[in-house]
């Protein structure tokens, strides 16, 4: 059962920024596909961004183009979501996404990952 961790969520001005990490504890995420999600309060759960296994290709959703950006360290097992010049509307709880199966793709839909991290809490103050 892989298990995933978030961490770096936190309260913080508009204009601001914030790292989330998302670290899986036993299997490696190197591997295959990443997507970080956000749901935010009464909305449903969206992408925000996804990586492919290699690193090499990305998606962002308009909204957050150009402010956020996703990456990963496969040496240390993690992946990123760094968030720049955050808006009150960012204001979600967070999740990262591992797809459980090879794939050279990255994917944009919850279903497409098969595991999931318990969220981190990002609040956006205006």
């Known amino acids: 059962q892989v298990q995933l961790v978030e961490s770096g969520g936190g309260l913080v001005q508009a204009g601001g920024s914030l790292t989330l990490s998302c670290k899986s504890s036993?299997?490696?995420?190197?591997?295959?596909?990443v997507g970080w999600f956000r749901r935010p309060p009464g909305k449903e759960r969206v992408i925000v961004a996804a990586?492919?296994?290699?690193?090499?290709?990305?998606y962002y959703t308009n909204s957050v183009n150009g402010r956020f950006t996703i990456s990963r360290d496969d040496g240390k097992n993690m992946v990123y979501l760094q968030m720049n010049t955050l808006k009150p509307e960012d204001t979600a709880v967070y999740y990262c996404?591992?797809?459980?199966?090879?794939?050279?793709?990255?994917?944009?839909?919850?279903?497409?990952?098969?595991?999931w991290g318990q969220g981190t809490q990002v609040t956006v103050s205006s």
């Open positions: 990586i492919n296994r290699r690193g090499d290709s990305t």
């Open positions: 036993i299997h490696t995420i190197s591997t295959y596909a």
């Open positions: 996404a591992v797809k459980g199966s090879l794939s050279s793709d990255y994917y944009t839909t919850d279903y497409s990952y098969d595991y």
